[in-house]
């Protein structure tokens, strides 16, 4: 059986949208300070003085926004951070527990995930925000930081990936150990919590390519404030 998509952040913009809660309460501005963030553009690590946000959200998780000073000025980096803060704050916690920082760069790059950090390019983010796909970009590379450092090696993920009969996208199976996780939990939001907003067609093709990997999600028992 062949993966169902090619890739799973594009599989519905309505998953979650700009209309549903978030779980961002604030954001306050810290100064500017050094700090060594992943920039795409140079495909390797800059040190800088970005300025610095401190949001926080109403179940008790925080993130230091951190944005490269060439958005040139307080005001206009805190619209940035404010935005993406906010966006962040639709997730579920469990995506968010160990997102400690965010680094917004301009660009026309991917988003990235891991390191404790979610990596936003804006002029990237501009073309999934036209899509209605920038919730479920975040999701994606959510899971990379604080699902697959935990469970991507785990012996019951690996067994559920074994006994499904196939991948959830090309891009999960090319790469199993880095992206089977962040390429299954968008279609399993869809399916588990949010079903009366995708296709009767679409579910079923979820369910029927990974029914294992989606019992082992559930069995997490992930917090998934505020999607539910």
């Known amino acids: 059986m ?27 501005y810290s ?8 920039d795409r553009r140079v495909d390797g690590w800059i040190t ?14 925080a993130i230091e926004v951190q944005v490269n000073s060439e958005f040139l000025n307080r005001a206009a980096a805190q619209t940035v951070a404010d935005y993406y803060a906010e966006a962040v704050g639709r997730i579920p916690k469990s995506l968010r527990l160990d997102v400690e920082t965010m ?6 790059e991917l988003f990235g995930g891991g390191n404790n950090n979610i990596l936003i390019h804006v002029d990237q983010g501009d073309r999934y925000i036209a899509d209605g796909i920038l919730e479920e970009t975040l999701l994606h590379e959510a899971a990379h930081t604080s699902l697959d450092g935990r469970y991507a ?17 090309n891009y999960a199976r090319d790469f199993p150990a880095r992206e089977d996780i962040a390429e299954t939990i968008v279609p399993y939001v869809a399916v588990q919590y949010r079903p009366d907003r995708i296709s009767e067609y679409l579910r079923l093709t979820i369910t029927s390519a990974i029914p294992n990997r989606i019992t082992f999600l559930d069995g997490l028992n992930l917090d998934m404030h505020p999607v539910n």
Do not use: C, V
């Open 2 to 28: 062949s993966p169902p998509f090619a890739g799973t952040i594009f599989i519905d913009p309505d998953i979650i949208t700009d209309h549903d809660p978030t779980a961002y309460t604030s954001i306050i």
């Open 31 to 38: 100064g500017q300070g050094e700090r060594t963030m992943f």
């Open 48 to 61: 800088t003085d970005p300025f610095l946000f401190d949001a926080t959200y109403d179940d008790g998780l």
């Open 103 to 108: 680094w917004i760069h301009k660009g026309l």
């Open 153 to 169: 090696n785990s012996p019951g993920w690996l067994a559920a990936q074994a006994s499904d009969p196939t991948f959830i996208s």
